[in-house]
């Protein structure tokens, strides 16, 4: 039994090297999932914004410009996260492993579309054995207060996955997965679904990461365990891609990019699989936030000045999701 413990814990250790985020620096039932529309701006004056620029000295994200929510001011150390507000972002929930030393460990992140089934990065799942002592934590704030959200807190096994057939592992597009768990979710005021995007639709503007990934800038990790939000500028993909080709990485066309490229925030370790939101402009509408984004790779030390975070553009997949559910209910 210890032996197994070790291996587990070896497990553990080696999922979590691989869900690294970053780089060296070089519905309950078989129908379709409730999906909304915002509209955006002029995403061809920002295309042509961006190809103007001639010196790559001024790279700096130009939607940074717009009036934006209040962001927590950020040192050398640690970037501009702050804690989100209690249980004001129900969709959200911790992938953990059961660990022999330390009990349940969080890894990555995932988001709630339906009772059943969680959204994520592929990446997070790349070690069978890991999933299969891993277990979803929905409802929570802080993941080391058990006792005290023992009411709001549900757990669910992972019961099956799903991750996209055309994803290679690594840094690589497709970079996208889903969890089902046989026991439904209790959709309460701790746990809600997010809505799913308009297939091909382009999102613009901010989007808000929410997760429990490292905060520091440093060699020297630091890991909150309460849920952490950051508000992020959406990138112009053509920017993006001459940013990240200097560094010799390439930017497929169902990522999604955000800055600020001025450094700060960006997404880190352990973020993973967590998702990039953003209100939709019909609030008043039972589903209003909405799922774009992906959290997939960006660059270490995290935070650096223009390093985009790249996610994996949940638009690029509204059908795909939609399919796999459909089919997959079919057979449970």
Known sequence: MLISYRCIYSVLLTTIASIMVVLSSAAHNSGQLPIRKCSGGNSLAARTMAMDLSSYGLLENRISTLESPQQTHWSKKFLAKREAQAHSAPYVVSIQMRTPDQGLVHYCAGTVINEHWILTAAHCLSSPQAVANS????????????????????????????????????????????????????????????????????PEGYGTLYGWGNVSMTAVPDYPHKLQEANMPILDMTLCEQILARSGLQLHETNLCTGPLTGGVSICT?????????????????????????????????????APSVF?????????????????????
């Open 135 to 202: 277990v979803i934590v929905a409802g929570s704030h802080d993941i080391h207060n058990r006792r005290g959200e023992a009411a709001s807190v549900q757990m669910r096994n992972i019961d099956y996955y799903v991750r996209h057939e055309l994803y290679l592992g690594g840094v690589n597009p497709y970079d996208i997965a889903l969890i089902y768990t046989k026991k439904p979710l209790e959709f309460n005021e701790y746990v809600q679904a997010a809505a799913l995007p308009e297939q091909d639709a382009q």
């Open 270 to 306: 352990a973020d993973s699989g967590g998702p990039l939101m953003q209100e939709c402009c019909e609030p008043h509408l039972d589903q209003s936030n909405i799922v774009i984004g992906i959290v997939s790779w960006g660059r270490m030390p995290c935070g650096q000045k223009n």
């Open 312 to 332: 994996v553009r949940v638009s690029a997949f509204t059908d795909w999701i939609n399919q796999i559910i459909t089919t997959a209910t079919q057979f449970m």
